[in-house]
């Protein structure tokens, strides 16, 4: 039984990683015979760091570079960072397959170069995705807005419930 | 400057978003033509579908179903993401399901008679943007996307920006499509088309045939872009014509003369030569000439951007009478059954085997190290593939170097990395 990783008794902490972090980092094709986040979560960012997952608390916050999430289509690239407790990336910019996978999730996405430089890996930080606010050592960041109806998807939780909600009402119109 | 024109992308998403004209910068929402899936993809977007309380689909006649992947399985897991496939084409009342080796998905669509010009199409694919090719729109989205365009019949798109690529001149001996799009990838990076769909144009794009112009689009997502466009001309025509017998409303799209782009990126054809993306970025080209001396274990020729009959038959021309050296894998697969029959029939298929070439069955297999051909700690293959990602073939410590099938087969012949004219002449 794979258990989820604990929240930590203290603030989220930062993961630092470069430029063009590629699906094939976040998670190999290879282990895509499941949907299971906390499955996918062992492999999570594998090529680059065997044991990320070992190393995260529900909760921490993914900081990267430029052109985070290229390549493929996967949304299990999502459901991987979800399982190892990720809650939030924020990047100097992301592919846009990532992004709208990330949206549909209900995984805020952050971008905010001003953030960016001034993480450390490791370090603690706290985070309002509605807000788009970011502090790091005590400065507070503002990230670019996401727009209303991005943010509505990602409040909702994701695609999912938006379209289930939307489908009830096609099926049961007022 | 006021804007007059359209570009062909931002007349493709008017078109099916009920026809009002839209621009770039705008979210519309857009009825797809053609929905696409594959086995690994397909399986996340299927329960999603389920999850969204979805008892049927809005078109089901729209949606293909392609198990390319993992096709044949080689895991009992794998095997289930077919039949899983299978249950839901039956479920949903789809017919166009293709999971007993047929062929990858994005070279199998337009030989079903599956795509049109004109055409929106959408895919769990990042390589949907393949169907540029065919003066259409295709862009991959993730599995929620296309669950919620399946279960809605249509999906919000913000419609991108145009970057124009133009190539003039003609090319020179052992340059494909592959080498033209490398070159668009060593210029631009990785993330240089982010968001914008890439419209080719000039006289070297229209000496393309329809296979190069595939593999032209399909990397295209490797520079970030949403989709790719080669404009109609007479050899899409004739394409069309041949693939819809009697059939004249096409819908012939093309950006208008004065149709506003985002940039214009010019290349001289006749100076690109062989290119090749140096381990771990599509965008790190170098010319096939100063990359040569590697040793190499494998070589793949195959894959949705080069497993086309072109690259069988540039395969062929150089391993024709030579051998693949002592201890190289040189792995081969036709992108589709129906190409591998044709090959078959034109003797290409003997020809790859007395080499000393595995000839593989239709799959995307080891393009993403899944099966047929993954690396091992430390290997280093040559590939017609499109991503060389740190593990992408197999072994987080192999290398796979990208490259054209006449580099690829004539680096299998030398066991090293090797410019065509050193093993074919100049």
Known sequence: MIEPTPRRNALPQVHLFGDDIDTDIIVPARYLTTRDPLVLARHCMEPLAPGFADRTAEGDILVAGRNFGCGSSREHAVLALRGAGISCVIARSFARIFFRNAINQGLPLMICPEAVDAAHDGGPIAVDPVAGAITIDGQVYQARPLPDFLLGIVSAGGLLPYVRERLARQEHPE | ?426
Not at chain 2, 42 to 58: H, T
């Open chain 2, 1 to 426: 400057m006021t804007k007059v024109g359209f570009t062909a992308v931002e007349k493709i998403f008017a078109a099916h978003s009920g026809g009002e004209p839209v621009h770039a910068g705008d979210v519309v929402v857009a009825r797809p033509d053609r929905i696409m899936l594959h086995d690994i993809t397909g399986a996340l977007a299927f329960e999603i579908v389920a999850s969204m309380g979805a008892k049927r689909l809005a078109a089901p006649d729209a949606v293909v179903l392609v198990g390319d992947h993992y096709s044949p399985p080689p895991s009992p897991e794998a095997a289930r993401l077919l039949t899983q496939m299978e249950q839901f084409g039956r479920d949903m009342e789809v017919s166009h399901v293709f999971t007993t080796g047929q062929g990858i998905e994005h070279t199998l669509l337009p030989e079903r008679g599956l795509l049109r010009p004109g055409d929106l199409v959408i895919g769990t694919d990042s390589h949907t943007c393949t169907a540029g090719a065919f003066g259409a729109i295709g862009t991959g989205m993730g599995s929620s996307d296309v669950a919620a365009a399946m279960a809605l019949g249509e999906h919000w798109f913000m419609v991108p920006e145009t970057i124009r690529a133009a190539y003039h001149g003609s090319r020179g001996r052992w340059v494909t499509g592959k080498d033209l799009i490398l070159a668009l990838l060593a210029r631009i990076g990785v993330d240089g088309a982010t968001y914008k769909c890439v419209e080719f144009a000039g006289s070297a794009i229209n000496g393309l045939n329809m296979d190069e112009r595939m593999a032209l689009c399909n990397m295209t997502v490797e520079a970030g872009a949403k989709t790719a466009f080669v404009p109609p001309d007479d050899t899409l025509d004739a394409w069309a014509r041949d693939k819809f017998p009697g059939e004249e409303d096409f819908a012939w799209v093309r950006s208008d003369d004065d149709a506003a782009f985002d940039a214009v990126l010019d290349f001289d054809a006749a100076a690109i030569e062989p290119l090749c993306a140096h381990p771990f970025s599509p965008a790190n080209v170098h010319p096939v000439r100063q990359s040569v001396g590697v040793r190499i274990d494998q070589v793949y020729i195959g894959n949705c951007s080069n497993g086309t009959l072109t690259d069988l038959r540039q395969a062929a021309e150089i391993l024709a009478g030579r051998k693949v050296a002592p201890g190289v894998r040189c792995i081969i697969v036709p992108a589709t059954q129906r190409i591998h029959a044709q090959a078959a029939r034109e003797g290409l298929i003997e020809t790859l085997l007395e080499a000393g070439a595995i000839v593989g069955p239709s799959t995307c297999g080891a393009c993403a190290g899944l099966h047929m051909g993954a690396l091992g700690d430390d290997q280093v293959a040559v590939a017609t593939t499109n991503r060389n990602y740190r593990g992408r073939m197999g072994a987080h410590s192999s290398q796979v170097y990208l490259a054209n099938a006449w580099v690829a087969a004539a680096s299998a012949v030398a066991g090293e990395i090797v410019h065509p004219d050193a093993v074919a002449g100049a």
